[in-house]
């Protein structure tokens, strides 16, 4: 791919004006349809990380931009101070679609994660009887749920936690993947378990069979709320609405984002237990632009998208075709592969190249892909994306790792 002045000239002055809280590839993505995107020299890409799955359902979706534009040409927003005509269907649609029975609606990922652990502890107090101003939340070790100064608190990565104290206490983490280890940390002032379904950022790591099974029955024999992050692994990223539904478990709350969006604007929610969501009160908790009417109606295109079944069966059986694809190149420079659906973590061999060698080796190529952790790249296609495009991409990433 041809990089020339005019990509430099932007990629400067974005180092120039920008926080530099960012290490992104060198290309400057000018156009997006489907699973394709097209930099500002026309270079053509396919993307092979959808905006870490706030792209489920490619770009631009035709459905979603125009629910988008209907709704920009009617109503923008009102806040929370006033009704609108979109909130209450996108809740009563959002619920029957996850089968849960209340919908707290937010902005960004973070903000559902944030409002989750303020509802468990609310409910810690004020149903369950936990003392004031000691509930616990049991976190798991690498886990990533966003970059507010509460969730970093529990990060154990040095890069997202360290130089941001003091830090909010009332964390205790166990290694993900360890029952036994949850059932030992639960005590008379736990409010919650909080674990993503599939650890995405830690390089798509999926639980031992049976895992959540168990955390479920625990949570259940010791009152306390099993909280599934759904952020980057829901909404058909893996096959299934939920990661969570692999293992035929229920959470008591879910925290989604990201594909709630269609890739255009923020959408996030805390969907469960109308008991549990139900102890927030008028004032109690909000946001100016949680549930504003564009975000109501381009949620509400998600969900008929979701209802159909489609895109959860794209996901499944193109996931078996990338994954045999991929764990053909175990041992010829990719030391091991994990995931669900159209989502996988390659960890590339220590003695072959680093992540990003990688990235920009297949961004020569003609796909976009990124590294996370150094050695592992994080696969997450758009799942309209074709069986004939999964192998270009694959076929890409054998010369990558070649080259």
């Known amino acids: 791919m041809v990089q020339n002045s005019l990509s430099h000239s932007y990629i400067k002055l974005d180092e120039e004006w920008g926080a530099h809280n960012y290490h992104p590839l060198p290309v400057v993505i000018a156009e997006a349809e489907g699973a394709w995107v097209t930099d500002v020299d026309g270079n053509r890409y396919l993307d092979f990380l959808s905006g870490y799955s706030a792209?489920?359902?490619?770009?631009?979706?035709?459905?979603?931009?125009?629910?988008?534009?209907?709704?920009?040409?009617?109503?923008?927003?009102?806040?929370?101070?006033?009704?609108?005509?979109?909130?209450?269907?996108?809740?009563?649609?959002?619920?029957?679609?996850?089968?849960?029975?209340?919908?707290?609606?937010?902005n960004t990922g973070a903000e559902a994660v944030e409002s989750a652990i303020k509802v468990a502890r609310k409910w810690a107090y004020e149903v369950k009887g936990v003392a004031f101003d000691s509930a616990e939340i049991i976190v798991a070790a690498g886990n990533f749920h966003g970059r507010t100064t509460t969730i970093v608190s529990f990060s154990d990565d040095p890069v997202a936690h360290d130089n941001y104290g003091p830090f909010t206490p009332g964390f205790i983490t166990v290694p993900y993947g360890d029952a036994q280890a949850i059932r030992d940390a639960i005590g008379p002032n736990t409010a919650a378990v909080l674990m993503e379904s599939i650890q995405g950022e830690s390089g798509v790591i999926v639980p031992p069979e049976g895992f959540f099974a168990e955390v479920r029955g625990i949570c259940n024999d010791n009152n306390v709320l099993l909280v599934a992050d759904e952020i980057q692994s829901g909404l058909a990223r893996t096959g299934k609405l939920f990661a969570l539904d692999h293992d035929n478990v229920r959470a008591d709350l879910y925290t989604l984002g990201k594909a709630l969006g269609g890739g255009i604007i923020p959408v996030s929610a805390v969907v469960g237990r109308a008991d549990v969501l139900g102890v927030l009160k008028p004032g109690q908790h909000g946001s100016t632009f949680g549930g504003y009417p564009v975000a109501c109606a381009v949620g509400r295109a998600v969900v008929e998208l979701l209802q159909t079944g489609e895109f959860q069966e794209r996901s499944e059986e193109l996931?078996?075709?990338?994954?045999?694809?991929?764990?053909?190149?175990?041992?010829?420079?990719v030391a091991a592969v994990r995931g669900r659906g159209l989502w996988a973590g390659v960890d590339i061999d220590p003695a072959a190249k680093t992540g990003r060698e990688v990235s920009m080796a297949l961004r020569d190529r003609g796909v976009l892909c990124k590294e996370t952790h150094e050695r592992t790249l994080r696969i997450a296609p758009p799942l309209v994306i074709t069986r004939e495009e999964i192998d270009s991409a694959i076929d890409s990433l054998v010369e990558a790792l070649d080259a």
């Open 55 to 106: 792209l489920n359902f490619g770009h631009r979706h035709p459905a979603l931009i125009a629910a988008a534009h209907e709704q920009l040409d009617r109503l923008t927003l009102t806040s929370r101070a006033f009704h609108n005509d979109q909130f209450g269907a996108f809740c009563r649609e959002l619920a029957e679609l996850t089968g849960t029975e209340m919908v707290l609606t937010m």
């Open 319 to 333: 996931g078996k075709h990338l994954h045999s694809r991929l764990d053909g190149l175990i041992g010829h420079g």
